[in-house]
């Protein structure tokens, strides 16, 4: 020993070391696994986010189970979530093993996106040059352009609306039915390439949507002036490359050369039926008057002697409605949306529908990755065929973003003032060299960008669609609420509401809470989230070793009983200051779920925006740029990465309106304490009047109730902290925009085929996002006679 300080600093280490924190995993609660394989069996279902809840009810907030050697530690404490996220960038990495699968849908050379990567260098990078993207001002610039797209899917579905051969939600339609036909036919034989050709794949057009101007990538590209090949000639030549008959392919060889839309494809299979009829009638001027309002719609099946599931479609539209896959139909609009407000991309451009089924199949093959050991060399061996599918779609995906990563360097470097998530890619630079990415690492970062902008928003509108179709009480409510404003089509008159507009999202408290309590039990991104511990780290009561996944599990935190009262009751009313006062059910929710409570009426709704404001979250994403050490989920964020935190709390510290943690039913919470969020006053934007949380100190149903860091936000559909979700204002707006233009014009009833709600529910899947496997068939009813769901355009703000 040379010096004091020496001797000193040498006891110190020997006291850390005696002291030093020993790992619990052995004391964190969870199922029992088998030898070698731990609980691999248990959580390859399809719905393994339903697994997780189940033993999150079963072993409380903090619990593991593996995945053969590997350990995973699920939270749904909502103290112990909060920190886990929030902490700073160093801490805790999202793991790769959770989410390297979903490189496949944005790159065929298995280069991690931000979204996938361990390195946070590269994390930062892009979202620091993105979070511009979202800012307040650029929700504002992406509204006309998501209610121009919800107006085109509102048209689309109106059996009387004047034919449109541009609405390519339209066609959509008409292909929909012709699968359900080809389904209960059983024909697809001898007819099968009939249907690749003329059906399935019928000729698509990715129109306009109702846009007059060109995009700058249209002009950019110029193909369909014959100059070069645009982004749907490139899908083209790389399905054909790969043998695959693409609905994007044929999209082009229909739209022919100067990419104007071409004729609607009169149906010839002989099998249409009413199906056919109205779809010629809808996309065909020349037979509109042949066919006559609804009257093809109502016209059984002629001829087909296999009326199964149109014959459930036919006695809908019997009724005056249709039946749409709007899981489908959604997925396409909001591409669309996407594509065009933060891409600058029309959707004539664009090969929407190839994007969105490549996405679907690739998703789906991800998924299965994540939970099949070694199932890419399984599948070589006994499936090359599927193998050979899911490499082409990953190809054409690949190719599309490469053909977005050229237009943005052709479109040459922009001013920071010119803040277009293509703009503020084109900036991205690495952050080792300080060189602009080159194609090789841009094109990851696009394709992660496009895969979270749309598979996310498009089914939060399909769940509440079918939360609201399982529930026609609370549907009503929404309307009534739609209609005080003006923005539903009343019973009987031609007159169509008037248009939405960014303030009246704000002024719909009931369609938020319906929103809110919808992700809450159906959070799109149910099992994102997922964390890699790198150094000792203390998780609630225990300290994990490094090589564990933590993962802050989003269904179970929103759906289990130590957070939720009641948890799998649909009660929208939770998230409002003063709930309605209770009416009996309808008869007719007596035919949806049994546990899920229908939601009384709505009478006479005050219109009041309640509490958190999404703009919150627009302006975090402005201010914090996803920078080192900055806190985009406020106080959650703080903490430091390379110390233990410190223990998150005990249950005795539970927020208010938090239910106590336990694994017991007999400790349920009560229902929470709902306030007005603080957030509503800090609003840059309109608010968009959501009760949900999000990051800010939002106190709603679900928010952080105490407000203060850890204290227990027990609803984050966005996720939370430095990672949380930077396109949720985005996100937001455009579910509500189409939630309101939708129920504004129509009613919405599940198709029988779908076998009721329970049914719909046991085949949610995760893939990315939780989804109906198979699509969700629901009967929409115009509202006012066809005519108020119709001329959708009418009645201006
Ligand atoms: C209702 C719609 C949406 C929901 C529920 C949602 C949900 C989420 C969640 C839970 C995460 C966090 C994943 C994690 O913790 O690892 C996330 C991340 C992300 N989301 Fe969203 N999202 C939605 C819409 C959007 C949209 C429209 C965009 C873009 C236009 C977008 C862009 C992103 C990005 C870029 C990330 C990654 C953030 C990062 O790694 O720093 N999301 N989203």
Redesign the pocket.
Known sequence: MTSTWEELGFYGQLASTLVAPKYDLDRVPGPRGQFALGNITAVMRPDYHVQMLEWANEFGGVFKFSLGFQWVVVVSDPRVAVQV?GRGPDSIP?KCIG?KFFDLATNASGAHS??TTSDEGQ?AA??KA?AA??SSANVRKAFPIALRHSLTVADSLDPSAPPDPNNPYALLLHEHKHRANDHANGHANGHANGHANGHERQPQQESSAGSSSRGLFGRLFGSRRGKAPSLTDGAAATAAAGGAVTAAADADAAAGPNGAAAPPVPCTCGNCGDSGARAAAKLSPSSDAAAGPASAATTPTAGSGAPDVDADANANAAGGGVVVDIQEHLELS?LHV?ME??FDVRPEDFPGRQVAADMNTVLEEANERLKVPLRKVAMAVAQPRAQAQVRAAQRRLADVYGRLYDEIRARGPQPDSVTD?WACLGRVRNPKTGELLGREALVPEIG??VM???D??S???AWVLFALAAHPGAQEAVRRELAARGLAAESGSPKPPREVTLDDLSQLPYLNAVIDET?RMF???AT????EVTQPTRVGDYVIPPGVIVW?M?YALHNSRHNWDQPDKFMPERWLATPPPPTPPPAAAAAGRADMAAAPPLPDMQVASTAADVAATAALAEGAE?GKGKGEGGAAASGVAAELPEAPGTPAAAAPGAAPLSPTPSRRSTAPTLQPSPAAAAATLPSLGSTRSGDAAASGGGGDAAGGAGAGKRF?????????????A???M??RTMLAVLLGRYRFALDPAMGGPGAVERSMIMSL?LKIKGGLRLVATPLGGAAGAGGARGGGA
């Open positions: 996220l999202r989410y931000f979204f994390w892009v979202r993105a993207a979202f909001l996407f407000a933060l998530l992660a960008l979270a902008g749309f996310t928003s089914h939060s509108v992700m959070p799109v991104a994102a989230s997922v964390r802050p989003l996803g984050m559909p966005f996720s939370d902290g430095m990672k949380s979700c930077l396109g949720q985005m996100g937001l455009e579910v996002t």
